[in-house]
């Protein structure tokens, strides 16, 4: 009897589980929206899962086979999910339908990890609301200007390692860890108050915790598709994606930053500045020091991480384009004269070319495959063909924006594949179909810093250093099949040489100069 009691309950749990997975995989039949045959639990998930493509590449593919639909049916592992093709219904959604839309799914699971799931791009609705505008005016231009200091003596500091290291006939570089090592220091400096050299001392606690926070591997990848596709289960095994190490460190550092600046009454031009000056003030949100930790963390995990990668990916580019990199130093030559070979904030910000060079760069290779979209109210979208029928999207609906593939996509840009900076000269960019920061109210608030740490490095570099493509060196490149996210199969890798020639200082009337 305790035999076929066990099977019986096996039994009805497998036929629930069956009627449970074919109801969600029936989806998009139910609606009459164009999708490709998902496989049970794993959905449209396989071919990633496997390492046989990577997250934007399926996503693509996936975009590709129905040209003229306005949106597509996928499914991510058992969740149906909505991908937006039309730039007009992206701007719908993410702008005049904000409210129906307002919030991320969250891949930090709250009573896992109560610090990390209190940070702005996890948190939703009216709190999300309240903790975006206090934390906006930390990055005004203003602010910027006043870190524009500390982020140019990271930069010179990380160059002159390399000028030092290359010797005169040059030296090949992992250039990610090179951006890494320099955007740890401009965080820590911008951010934390604390300044630190990860060139002279490589396993300083801040750089380690930092690479170990934000190393993938597979048990970490595993973690990160439980909370984010199974979250009850990833509860019941305790998958914690930030490790307590991380989030101890990072608690401790807030700690002794807000209490050094309260008992010495220092004030910065930073994000725990603009926290601390709301502690007793009767209108916004109350901040202890876990919320103070939550905040800082995210900021620290977007500009380490994501902002070294899109700088690889921009060096890598000019390293295997000639044309680009003497125009680009021609740019940089002329900045220097203006500005008595003393770069500005202003003059580094006006650079027409080198913001085209980064702006083409973050079009190839925007850092997430999607931006994802949570439904709360109920919403009518067009027929996603042109015999369909409207349909409502309901709360709990999953959309997706796929960046990549619109980047991609030749109805918007001539010959996409191309690393063609010249297309962005005129300054025209429309926030439709060009979204690496995001698209609408929940964009990514950090975006001038991310631009700005990104652009004096490249500066720097470029005055000091010629870039080389090296046998290590992949052309083209290929993009990783095993990370979420998207970067360089391989690694990125350059030969770096001190430049034999320095740009003439000439000294020109006032009025053509640049100041901070």
Not at 23 to 44: A, E, M, T
Not at 63 to 69: A, H, K, R, V
Request: net charge neutral; with cysteine; aromatic share 12%.
């Amino acid at each position: 009897m305790e035999l076929f009691a066990l099977f019986l309950a096996i039994l009805t749990a497998s036929i629930c589980l069956y009627y449970f997975v074919s109801n969600k995989l029936n989806y998009f039949d139910r609606l009459q929206i164009p999708y490709v045959q998902p496989i049970p639990i794993l959905g449209n998930m396989a071919r990633v899962i496997f390492g046989r493509m990577s997250m934007a590449e399926r996503i693509r593919s996936i975009y590709n086979l129905f040209p003229d639909e306005k949106y597509v049916g996928f499914y991510d592992f058992t969740r149906p999910t909505f991908i937006i093709r039309d730039p007009e219904i992206i701007s719908t959604i993410a702008i005049k339908h904000f409210d129906n839309f307002c919030n991320h799914r969250s891949v930090v699971n709250e009573s896992l990890d109560s610090i990390a799931s209190r940070n702005l791009v996890s948190l939703q609705g009216h709190r999300w609301h309240k903790m975006r505008k206090l934390l906006s005016p930390s990055f005004a231009p203003s602010k910027l200007k006043m870190m524009f200091g500390l982020m140019s003596e990271c930069a010179e500091n990380s160059i002159n390692f390399v000028v030092t290291e290359s010797g005169k006939t040059g030296k090949t570089f992992d250039i990610n860890d090179l951006f890494l090592r320099y955007a740890n220091d401009t965080l820590a400096t911008c951010a934390f108050g604390i300044k630190i050299d990860s060139f002279n001392d490589p396993k300083n606690s801040f750089f380690m915790i930092g690479k170990e926070g934000m190393t993938f591997n597979s048990w970490k990848y595993f973690k990160f598709f439980m909370n984010r596709n199974f979250p009850l289960i990833a509860k019941l095994l305790k998958l914690r994606l930030i490790g307590s190490r991380t989030e101890n460190f990072f608690k401790d550092i807030v700690t002794t930053v807000v209490n050094a600046r309260d008992e010495q009454e220092i004030i910065r031009p930073d994000m725990i500045q603009s926290m601390m000056e709301t502690r007793n003030k009767d209108s916004g949100p109350e901040f202890d020091i876990d919320e103070m930790t939550a905040q800082a963390f995210v900021f620290f995990v977007a500009g380490f991480d994501s902002v070294a990668t899109a700088m690889c990916f921009i060096a890598h580019e000019i390293g295997v384009n000639p044309d680009v990199q003497n125009k680009l130093r021609k740019e940089i030559d002329d900045v220097l004269r203006w500005t008595d070979g003393k770069p500005t904030y202003d003059a580094i910000k006006d650079m027409k070319y080198l913001d085209a060079v980064v702006t083409e760069t973050l079009r190839l290779y925007q850092g997430p495959a999607f931006i994802d979209r949570i439904c709360v109210n109920e919403t009518e979208l067009p027929p996603a063909t042109l015999d369909g029928e409207p349909i409502i999207i309901k709360p709990g609906d999953t959309v997706w924006f796929p960046g990549f593939s619109l980047h991609r996509d030749p109805k918007y840009y001539s010959d996409p594949d191309k690393f063609d900076p010249e297309r962005f000269l005129d300054n025209s960019v429309n926030n439709s179909i060009y979204m690496p920061f995001g698209i609408g109210q929940r964009f990514c608030i950090a975006k001038p810093f991310a631009l700005m740490e990104a652009k004096i490095m490249l500066f720097y570099l470029l005055w000091k250093c010629d870039l080389k493509p090296d046998v290590k060196t992949k052309i083209p490149l290929v993009i990783s099949k095993t990370s979420f996210t998207i970067t360089a199969e391989g690694g990125f890798w350059l030969k770096l040489r001190p430049r034999n020639s320095k740009a003439p200082v000439v000294c020109l009337p006032n009025e053509h100069r640049n100041e901070n």
